[in-house]
């Protein structure tokens, strides 16, 4: 019945929680895969300018 109780009175607070932290791994997740991106863009404007003797 305690569980039941801290549950209900706890509920909304604890969604939010959940909702902020996935949004906070979204972002990461996100920031991440922009700086994976970029350092391939790299890689390969670097591959070409040696293709091309630049």
């Known amino acids: ?3 039941m109780m801290m549950t209900t009175i ?3 607070s604890a969604a939010r929680g959940m909702q902020a932290h996935r949004h ?3 972002l990461r997740k ?3 895969c922009a700086i ?3 350092g391939f863009a790299v890689i390969a ?3 070409l300018q040696h293709v091309f003797g630049g």
Do not use: N
């Open 30 to 32: 996100t920031v991440g």
């Open 1 to 3: 019945m305690i569980q």
């Open 36 to 38: 994976v991106a970029s």
């Open 45 to 47: 404007v670097q591959a």
């Open 10 to 12: 706890g509920a909304p």
């Open 24 to 26: 906070a791994w979204m």
